[in-house]
């Protein structure tokens, strides 16, 4: 949001330069040093700067730029509720303002407002006709509303005009399982990998999740190893693709796959520690140990629990060495 308020600050270079305050012209245009102000940083400076615009200037265009950049200031302060006034002031200067109603229409978004929001972006394609960030912003919308079928319309008019916005398609995708529909959302990702000439592995992750939710874990495994294979540090989804494994029985490949998750530099204490704890139902008892000791001097309290279990195990079978053994990598 920041890029889009920074590229609002505009000097109208088509109004010729009037005096604000009686027939001499100033030294430096209020307007022209809000925004040298607003470029350093200096939001409470320029603001000042933009109120003096606002009070004396004569024309309504300009008067609506000092309004809409006085808002920004009041952005990035975060005072949502200030900016509101100022970009309103700008819209009543300026009803056929887009930039105006469309930043008016984000900060009602982030105060939670949605009939507000809704009511801005509108305005936007009723000035504009067609506004990708406004049907964005109103797919988002409806969504939060409830209205799938109206999120499903302005994001689809979304997609037509950023096809390569990946967040667009997984809206789509989050609108259709809102109503668990969870072919069509499968659906709407997998042409979103086909479309998107760089997909991010979110939407690799997404697709997995859909393909978990409706019974297919196959296609989620494989779904989720893309994903991971863009972004190896997600350790949530090398977890899914472990319980998955084990609740197939598939042991083997539980293992496999945290040894896979540990060589791609996840070095938490979970990954070792979830291998002692398969080694360990398995009855392997000294990879059990390995693993709980590798987890044990990552800082982990489990894995130190684990040690003392495998200990116990060989008491108990009557192997005193082992047990004095393992109980030497708590010391």
């Known amino acids: 949001m920041k890029n889009y308020l920074r590229h609002c ?8 330069t009037v005096s604000l305050c009686g027939a001499q012209q100033p030294a430096v ?4 040093k809000g925004n040298q102000l607003y470029e350093k940083g200096d939001y409470a400076a320029a603001a000042d700067q933009y109120r003096l615009v606002a009070k004396n200037s004569r024309f309504p265009l300009q008067k ?14 975060k005072a949502y509720n200030k900016a509101v006034v100022a970009y309103r002031r700008s819209v009543e200067q300026a009803p056929t303002f887009t930039r105006a109603w469309s930043v008016l229409g984000d900060v009602y978004y982030l105060l939670g407002s949605v009939g507000d929001a809704t009511a801005c972006f509108r305005r936007v394609l009723e000035n504009e006709g067609e506004d990708f960030h406004a049907r964005q912003m109103l797919g988002e919308l409806s969504l939060k509303g409830g209205d799938v079928t109206e ?20 809206a789509e995708a989050e609108a259709l399982t809102r109503i668990r529909d ?31 939710i409706d019974g297919k874990p ?9 994903g991971l294979s863009l972004s190896p540090k997600r350790k949530d989804y090398w977890f899914r693709i472990a319980n998955m494994h084990e609740r197939a029985g598939d042991d083997f490949l539980a293992l496999l796959t945290l040894e896979q998750a540990m060589n791609k530099g996840n070095t938490e204490a979970e990954f070792p520690l979830r291998r002692g704890l398969i080694f360990f139902a398995q009855k392997r008892y000294d990879q059990a140990l390995a693993a709980f000791t590798r987890a044990y001097d990552l800082g982990s309290a489990q894995g130190r629990r684990g040690i003392q279990n495998v200990a116990a195990v060989y008491a108990n079978s009557g192997d005193k060495k082992k047990a004095e053994e393992a109980e030497t990598f708590l010391k």
């Open 182 to 212: 969870y072919e069509a959302a499968q659906k709407v990702m997998e042409q979103a990998l086909l479309r998107l000439s760089k997909p991010p592995a979110e939407a690799y992750f997404y697709l997995g999740e859909l393909y978990e």
């Open 29 to 32: 245009d209020p307007m022209v």
């Open 151 to 170: 999120a499903l319309r302005h994001l689809d008019a979304a997609v037509k005009m950023e096809p390569e916005e990946a967040n667009l398609y997984l």
């Open 64 to 77: 609506a730029y000092a309004w809409l950049n006085l808002g920004n200031c009041h952005v990035q302060n």
């Open 9 to 16: 600050i505009t000097l109208l270079g088509f109004i010729m």
């Open 218 to 226: 196959r296609k989620a495994v494989r779904a989720y190893e893309e």
